[in-house]
């Protein structure tokens, strides 16, 4: 296991589509992050999960956007009636559960609305 | 809520020279972490530094280092001795416990050669 990695890497797609990202966290990190980061700003907070729970959500994470980890491994965020507004790059990140453990991040999923 | 401030959104330098990277942040707990990570371009964010709130010395990693000032809220980066391969965007950090962390706004770091 080299890292965390998301799918795909680029996705363009119509407004008022619905599109799903995947992300795959370093094996043995039990908490995984997602983020999102525009153009030229610092990434922001959208939710997190431990195991399968999903223990916090960001008030920027609109009814619009759901997020899933099943089986506590993989999660998959999905953003239905896509809008421009949602041109960012998302941000996947895992952790062990120690205070002291690093996040570390996959390469990103940009999306484009057009 | 925490918040960090980065007031510098680009610096530039020669090649071997040193600077400073600044980095403010606001909140009303003790015990936290503060990061430094950087972007470089088209690939992904690593970890360049940490510190814990708890610890008074300020953390070094080879070239890197901090300059924590808790009372001021401050946390500022030195990069020594620049290399090429040290041009990103460099991101501070904050974080309470194991729970997510809250970024500056950046800073993008050209050094030249």
């Known amino acids: 296991d080299t890292g965390v990695s998301q799918d795909p890497r680029h996705k363009i797609t119509k407004r008022g589509q619905n599109v799903t990202f995947r992300c795959d966290p370093i094996?043995?990190?039990?908490?995984l992050y997602w983020y999102r980061q525009t153009l030229g700003q610092g990434p922001e907070f959208l939710t997190y999960?431990?195991?399968?729970?999903?223990?916090?959500k960001s008030r920027l994470l609109s009814d619009r956007f759901s997020a899933e980890r099943p089986k506590g491994s993989f999660s998959t965020l999905e953003i239905q009636r896509t809008e421009q507004g949602d041109s960012a790059m998302y941000l996947c990140a895992s952790s062990e559960t120690s205070t002291l453990s690093e996040q570390y991040f996959g390469p990103g999923t940009r999306l484009t609305v057009t | 809520a925490q918040t960090v401030t980065q007031s510098q959104p680009e610096m530039s330098v020669q090649e071997a020279e040193t600077v400073t990277l600044s980095c403010t942040y606001d909140t009303s707990e003790n015990n936290y972490y503060l990061f430094w990570y950087k972007q470089p371009p088209s690939r992904q964010m690593i970890l360049v530094i940490r510190?814990?709130?708890?610890?008074?010395q300020n953390a070094t990693e080879n070239r890197f280092s901090v300059n924590f000032q808790k009372a001021a809220k401050s946390f500022s980066l030195k990069i020594s001795d620049s290399q090429l391969g040290d041009t990103a965007m460099y991101f501070c950090?904050?974080?309470?416990?194991?729970?997510?962390?809250?970024f500056g706004q950046g800073t993008r770091l050209t050094i030249n050669p």
């Open positions: 510190q814990e709130a708890y610890k008074q």
């Open positions: 999960f431990q195991n399968e729970a999903q223990l916090e």
């Open positions: 094996s043995e990190h039990n908490r």
């Open positions: 950090a904050f974080r309470q416990g194991a729970q997510k962390l809250v």
